[in-house]
């Protein structure tokens, strides 16, 4: 079965501390690795794709990394601002649809 | 572009009523999604639709669910009758490049069912 878990479900920060977030995932041909960015009250918001192991994708203080078993999301000296749940999505190969994990929630304090 | 937009933002009913979740995509967008978020399974997709037919309707949990698209810009999520099991919040959200792509989503719709 498809299966996406994130850790962990929760994490603070002070500002300037650096972290980053798992997401390790089992599934049928992975066809691309999805980060999303939910603030509360809100829909979630599209971050990076990955799409083979190896790569790399920045943005910010944030890059997203991907190895054949799981992604890092890498928060590099985070800002209050950076307080969000961050979901971590795969696309599985035989369905083609988007597989969400729970969640990490990182809460950065000034 | 004003993105993905959802009504109501809430909404508050009975056991047994039914209920209508309204979506408009972002234009140009030919893939649009319904997507139901809980603290207990995370982010589900329930169906999804491309050039306003239905694809993929295997995560609707029941037949109490029915999701229609009328047309290229609307798209309306049902529930009837509606239980407590189903309070949830309901995104919807749109891609123009299919189901694995890069989805844009509305705010949400917070269900309440008491």
């Known amino acids: 079965e498809d299966q996406v878990t994130q850790s962990p479900e929760a994490l603070r920060l002070q500002e300037g501390e650096s972290s980053s977030l798992n997401c390790s995932y089992t599934?049928?041909?992975?066809?691309?690795l999805f980060w999303y960015r939910q603030d509360p009250g809100k829909g979630p918001e599209f971050l990076f794709t990955l799409y083979s192991a190896g790569e790399e994708k920045e943005k910010e203080r944030l890059k997203a990394t991907l190895t054949k078993k799981e992604s890092f999301l890498h928060i590099t000296a985070p800002k209050p601002e950076d307080s969000a749940t961050y979901l971590c999505?795969?696309?599985?190969?035989?369905?083609?649809?988007?597989?969400f994990g729970q969640g990490t929630t990182l809460q950065v304090k000034p | 572009d004003a993105g993905v937009i959802q009504s109501p933002r809430h909404e508050v009913t009975e056991m047994g009523q039914e209920v209508t979740l309204r979506c408009k995509p972002i234009?140009?967008?030919?893939?649009l999604f319904w997507y139901r978020q809980t603290m207990m399974r995370g982010l589900e997709l329930l169906i999804y639709f491309n050039n306003n037919v239905p694809i993929d309707d295997s995560g609707m949990p029941e037949d109490r669910f029915s999701a229609k698209m009328p047309n290229a810009s609307f798209s309306t999520l049902k529930i009837q009758p509606s239980e407590p099991r189903d309070s949830a919040v309901y995104f919807c959200?749109?891609?123009?490049?299919?189901?694995?792509?890069?989805?844009?989503f509305g705010n949400g719709t917070r269900l309440t069912v008491t």
């Open positions: 999505a795969v696309q599985a190969g035989n369905t083609g649809k988007l597989i």
């Open positions: 959200a749109s891609s123009d490049r299919g189901p694995g792509r890069t989805l844009h």
């Open positions: 234009s140009g967008h030919d893939y």
């Open positions: 599934v049928s041909g992975l066809r691309g």
